[in-house]
């Protein structure tokens, strides 16, 4: 899966330099950019070799729904988040005096870190059925199948869990490994950023179409 979305990447974009240039910069413009998701989901639905950027109108149009889809998945993440951030903050506001109790503190910092590690494991579960969540939706075009978990397990299972999961944490580690290096590049000036945007683009793309190969390999 690796090499077939490398090379379905490079196929898109190397020696397409108008597409990349223009795929790169409705990434980064917002509002714009859900013309870049509508793109994705051209990729998500299985097109090969990568579709041309074009019906822009439509690609909005699906790129605003997959926005919607993805924002109602992060719902309890901010949920979880908006709360433990206002405790925290309601009790940073309590011990803010001269005189202020460490305890109180120290409580607002943990209760501010619980939180985010709530956060945090719960974002991994939801990204875990979002990933065949938002395909399925864009493969039949209905919101519902967006959340149908039952069939979103099923194709978990048909996929096996173990495969799944591996295949999961390989993607994270090769984009953890190109975001290190974007990071290094972002040290240069002008250049850098530049340079990182493209990458960035490019990654996405080869991101959508390993998600597709795995979630077709159900």
Partial sequence: ????????????????WVRWVLLTIVSIIPIVNFIFFGYVME???????APELENWGTLFVDGLKLF????????PVLVILAIFGGISFLSMIASGNANADPTLI?????SLMGGILLALIVGLIIAIIAVIGTIRFTRTGSFGEAFNFSAILETIGSIGWVDYIISLVILFVVLAVVQFVLGLLMVIPV??????????AAMVIFEARYM???YDSA
């Avoid at 990729?43 to 070799?49: A, D, E, L, N, V």
């Avoid at 919607?68 to 719902?75: E, K, N, P, Q, S």
């Avoid at 120290?106 to 943990?110: F, M, R, S, V, W």
């Fill in 191 to 200: 250049l850098g950023w530049i340079i990182s945007f493209f990458i960035t």
């Fill in 106 to 110: 120290a409580g607002a910092i943990a």
């Fill in 212 to 214: 597709t190969l795995l």
């Fill in 43 to 49: 990729i998500y639905r299985g097109t090969k070799p």
């Fill in 1 to 16: 899966m690796i090499s077939d979305a490398f090379e379905y990447t490079r196929e898109a974009l190397v020696g397409k």
């Fill in 68 to 75: 919607i889809v993805m924002l109602i998945y992060a719902i």
